[in-house]
Antibody, heavy 116, light 107 residues
Framework: EVQVVESGGGLVQPGGSLRLSCTAS????????MTWVRQAPGKGLEWVAT????????YYVDSVTGRFTISRDNTKNSLFLQMNTLRVEDTAVYYC?????????WGQGTLVTVSS | AIQLTQSPSSLSASVGDRVTITCRAS??????LAWYQQKPGKAPKLLIY???TLESGVPSRFSGSGSGTDFTLTISSLQPEDFASYYC?????????FGQGTNVEIK
């Protein structure tokens, strides 16, 4: 089945770090741009970051620039989001999506809770 | 950043109603607009891309239109499974942005 599956979410204290992973199955991962989108509890969707096929072009929403790093390992069909200096307002479900424009393939999401 | 303003933020409608949701961009985005549907606890689902292209498998009661800065999602005859939240999304430039969402509720 063509899918992406996120992992790595959890509870972390403000100022802490977390690394999210997304594993792709049944499609040629290295051919696609990939994106992270998040959704705070009860709120709307927020685009977080996107990178291109070889990881040479990366784009971030202003609120995470300098704190989050998107990366990928095409040999392992995996996408990552390294999140440092986490804030309470980073609490959200984080979705991995395929594509750099619109996305027709989304994961089920992984919940990140930043709280003391 | 390009801002997307959706209206209304919520609406109540009955099965069979025609529903229209609008999305206004703060600057021109050509045809780089998509619409998503999201149900509680689920990932968003792509409905329409490039303003008016229906994603495969999406019922034909959904349609999109517009150009430049003003766009519309229309559900011609609301069905029980259509009660959900809807988001517009621009991919003209980075940072990508979403509208704030429209919650479609049962009347």
């Amino acid at each position: 089945e063509v899918q992406v599956v996120e992992s790595g979410g959890g509870l972390v204290q403000p100022g802490g770090s977390l690394r999210l992973s997304c594993t792709a199955s049944e499609f040629t991962f290295s051919l696609f741009w990939m994106t992270w989108v998040r959704q705070a509890p009860g709120k709307g969707l927020e685009w977080v970051a996107t990178l291109n096929q070889d990881g040479s072009a990366k784009y971030y929403v202003d609120s995470v620039t300098g704190r989050f790093t998107i990366s990928r390992d095409n040999t392992k069909n995996s996408l990552f989001l390294q999140m440092n200096t986490l804030r309470v307002e980073d609490t959200a479900v984080y979705y991995c999506t395929r594509g750099g424009a619109y996305s027709r393939l989304w994961g089920q999401g992984t919940l990140v809770t930043v709280s003391s | 950043a390009i801002q997307l303003t959706q209206s209304p933020s919520s609406l109540s409608a009955s099965v069979g109603d025609r529903v229209t949701i609008t999305c206004r961009a703060s600057q021109g985005i050509s045809s780089a607009l998509a619409w998503y549907q999201q149900k509680p606890g689920k990932a968003p689902k792509l409905l329409i891309y490039d303003v008016s292209t229906l994603e495969s498998g999406v019922p034909s009661r959904f349609s999109g239109s517009g150009s430049g800065t003003d766009f519309t999602l229309t559900i011609s005859s609301l069905q029980p499974e259509d009660f959900a939240s809807y988001y517009c999304h621009q991919f003209k430039s980075f940072p990508r942005t979403f509208g704030q969402g429209t919650n479609v509720e049962i009347k």
